[in-house]
Nanobody, 124 residues
Framework: QVQLVESGGGLRQAGGSLRLSCAAS????????MGWFRQAPGKEREFVAA???????TCYADSVKGRFTISRDTKNTVYLQMNSLKPEDTAVYYC??????????????????WGQGTQVTVSS
């Protein structure tokens, strides 16, 4: 089992920034990719960003490209730097681990473990 714990959510005004963190613990796997997803009330969970095990490969949803950055400073800790926040970024943000590792997946069904989520609220 892998446990994922997100932190860093909160309330910001439009144009502000937040950095989310996701720490993995428990059984140690190698080679897994990590992703961030979000879910707004009444909407389906949607892909935000993903990063490979090495950190050398990333991908982003078009809606956040150029504003959000995913990074990985240790193999078990992943960040999502969110700049130029918009009200439509308001959602619960989840991190997830994909044990396949490659290619990076944008579909939730490919991910094996999920965190409990952290709320991000952006006011206009």
């Amino acid at each position: 089992q892998v446990q994922l714990v997100e932190s860093g959510g909160g309330l910001r005004q439009a144009g502000g920034s937040l950095r989310l963190s996701c720490a993995a613990s428990g059984r140690t796997f190698r080679g897994y990719a990590m992703g961030w997803f979000r879910q707004a009330p009444g909407k389906e969970r949607e892909f935000v960003a993903a990063i490979s095990w090495s950190g050398g490969n990333t991908c982003y949803a078009d809606s956040v490209k150029g504003r959000f950055t995913i990074s990985r400073d240790t193999k078990n800790t992943v960040y999502l730097q969110m700049n130029s926040l918009k009200p439509e970024d308001t959602a619960v943000y989840y991190c997830a681990a994909d044990l396949r590792g490659n290619p990076l997946a944008v579909v939730p069904g490919y991910y094996d473990y999920w965190g409990q989520g952290t709320q991000v609220t952006v006011s206009s």
